[in-house]
């Protein structure tokens, strides 16, 4: 199964922008990237998920690299209430209703 | 809409002691799960159901049985409680768009402790 990896944690100032990196060297062709984050106390909420082409919702963007080996969550303006562990996931294309969530990172947010 | 919710928010047992967690969806989703989280970890999957009476092991399914009832509804059993289970146990469902693409929505958790 392939495998992220990413920074135990990280800090922001409020305000300003936070970008998450996730190493993924072993992604196959059709996994697709995923991320959640976790509140404090809370269960994972969706961020937002990508193949390709980077993408945008509401909450974030996602820059995937060329060759797919890795990727990053980018917070456009981080405000306090960001402040969660941030899982990067890679959605198994043998067992597609499996999700395998690392460590994460846990963001800190400063005022 | 209430989501995934789980039943009872905060548990504490006795080593050998036995018990259910609950789970249920209004969000007329096939597909459900079971998570435990150890403290400053992320989650690992226990168990799975694609489709109602249909489950699945995941990663971690030593210890525990589930059954889902119905398609709203997919337990966690406990049959003796040890120790190394306690941790904050997640339900979650998802919807699926799109081939590999689904989204999962998680429940508030429910914290058990085994004494």
């Known amino acids: 199964d392939a495998k992220t990896t990413q920074p135990n944690s990280m800090e922001s100032n409020e305000e300003e922008p936070v970008h998450l990196p996730c190493n993924h060297s072993t992604i196959s062709g059709t996994d697709y990237i995923h991320w959640y984050r976790q509140l404090p106390s809370q269960g994972p909420e969706y961020v937002i998920h990508?193949?390709?082409s980077n993408v945008n919702n509401r909450m974030a963007s996602l820059a995937i690299a060329e060759d797919r080996k890795s990727s990053t969550l980018i917070l456009h303006r981080a405000t306090l209430r960001d402040a969660a562990v941030y899982y990067c996931?890679?959605?198994?294309?043998?067992?597609?209703?499996?999700?395998?969530f690392g460590s994460g990172t846990k963001l800190n947010v400063k005022p | 809409n209430a989501g995934v919710t789980q039943t009872p928010k905060f548990q504490v047992l006795k080593t050998g002691q036995s018990m259910t967690l609950q789970c249920a969806q209004d969000m007329n989703h096939n597909s459900m799960y079971w998570y435990r989280q150890d403290p400053g970890m992320g989650l690992r999957l226990i168990y799975y159901s694609a489709s109602e009476g249909t489950t699945d092991k995941g990663e971690v399914p030593n210890g525990y049985n589930v059954s889902r009832l119905n398609k709203r509804e997919f337990s966690l059993r406990l049959e003796s409680a040890a120790p190394s289970q306690t941790s904050v146990y997640f339900c979650?469902?998802?919807?699926?768009?799109?081939?590999?693409?689904?989204?999962?929505?998680f429940g508030p958790g429910t914290r058990l402790l085994v004494l």
């Open positions: 996931i890679l959605r198994d294309r043998h067992n597609f209703n499996k999700f395998y």
């Open positions: 979650a469902s998802s919807r699926p768009w799109g081939k590999y693409q689904e989204t999962q929505y």
């Open positions: 990508g193949l390709t």
